[in-house]
């Protein structure tokens, strides 16, 4: 079966670094996307890995280890804007992604 | 800019009317689905299609349907409304398994609809 456990919320300070968390079990393996979700918004994509190792896109990287079923996100200097919700994606059997519950961040002053 | 469109934003219906839910996409995806996202519960797989008049049940189909005549037109149906299904659905298109990073979905701006 599919399972992905991410924290339910986490509260940074602007400007600090945030690491959000993902571990994942799933039957074949086809990538793990991150996607970000604003309140009352659809999610929006921000990263996929497929390779072990750390993929940097600006302020946000995604990081994973296939070995260990795990992921994470970091966010670096963090902005206002990044509260959000982050939610941890993995496709299985013709695209269908079997997503996490999210990890809600809010970013304080 | 590519995108995906529903046609409503917020909806309000009565318990018992027959609601559609429309989506369409205009990049030539061959995967079209749609979720549901409860507070708590995450993103839920209603009904997905992997081609035209093709369709295929994902985790939560009961109470609902879907019709997809056209390849860029995903359709949800909601045989007759209740309560439990006011909820946020959001559609989603994707390239099939195999393109890498580009098999990521783009999600529709979503439907708040609430059933009264």
């Known amino acids: 079966g599919q399972n992905i456990d991410q924290p339910t919320e986490m509260t940074a300070t602007e400007g600090a670094i945030v690491q959000i968390n993902c571990t994942y079990q799933?039957?074949?393996?086809?990538?793990l996307f991150w996607y970000q979700q604003h309140a009352g918004e659809a999610p929006t994509f921000l990263s996929y890995?497929?390779?072990?190792g750390l993929e940097e896109k600006g302020r946000f990287s995604s990081f994973l280890s296939r070995s260990k079923g795990y992921s994470y996100l970091l966010l670096k200097e963090l902005q206002m804007k990044d509260s959000a919700s982050y939610l941890c994606?993995?496709?299985?059997?013709?695209?269908?992604?079997?997503f996490g519950s999210g990890t809600k961040l809010n970013v304080k002053p | 800019d590519v995108k995906v469109t529903q046609s409503s934003r917020y909806l309000v219906k009565r318990t018992g009317e027959k609601v559609f839910l429309e989506c369409v996409q205009d990049?030539?995806?061959?995967?079209m689905f749609w979720y549901r996202q409860d507070p708590g519960l995450g993103l839920r797989l209603i009904y997905f299609?992997?081609?035209?008049?093709?369709?295929e049940k994902g985790d939560i189909p009961e109470g609902y349907s879907v019709s997809r005549e056209k390849k860029e037109r995903f359709s949800l149906i909601l045989e007759s409304a209740s309560t439990n299904q006011t909820s946020m659905y959001l559609c989603?298109?994707?390239?099939?398994?195999?393109?890498?990073?580009?098999?990521?979905?783009?999600f529709g701006s979503g439907t708040r609809l609430t059933v009264v």
């Open positions: 989603a298109s994707s390239l099939p398994t195999g393109t890498g990073g580009r098999a990521g979905y783009t």
């Open positions: 799933t039957s074949g393996f086809n990538g």
């Open positions: 890995n497929v390779l072990d």
């Open positions: 994606a993995a496709p299985y059997n013709f695209n269908k992604f079997y």
């Open positions: 990049m030539d995806h061959e995967n």
């Open positions: 299609s992997y081609d035209v008049k093709m369709k």
